[in-house]
């Protein structure tokens, strides 16, 4: 029982850092290979620690927004087995939302909401499919649910996107 309880222990914490270097990954893929060699340098840490002065992404240089991030964590949904499937399975995911500094209390008002929609989304996938999927098409997902949630609430989204933090399934 003791070895059992251990393989299950460390195979949550591989299953873990993967899933930190691969979000950690893509995340370090879209920054840099979708951006400038100006605006990889604007968006360069300085000495301090923070952020230089000026824009740090594409879209803050063409609007002149600055942006922060907003964390919505620990969503967590049973995934659909097969018809008779006795082991049951979930997901885990944590969020982050790209906002403009004015909408920073605004999207906080609205986590519950959101974590509600994300909830309804992803607990309409199945085992196998979530196990097929990218990153990039949970992402996609995501985002679209919230984009139909607010176009039915006839109200403009908070926020300009939805990112994936960490994601588990088990």
Known sequence: MKNRNLVFALTAVVALLLAALVAGGVLWW????????????????????????GPATPAAERDGAKYKYVSLE?????????????????????L??????DEEKTVKEHLPLLRSVAVKSLSAYTMDKASLMSIDQFTADINRAFGDRYRHEQRDKPFAEAMISKLIIE
């Open 30 to 53: 879209r920054g840099s290979a979708h951006a400038s060699p100006t605006a990889q340098a604007a968006a360069a840490p300085s000495a301090g620690g923070h952020a230089a002065s």
């Open 74 to 94: 620990k969503i967590i949904v049973m995934l659909r087995g097969k018809d008779g499937e006795p082991v049951s399975h979930y997901l885990a995911m944590d």
């Open 96 to 101: 982050v939302f790209k906002v403009r500094e």
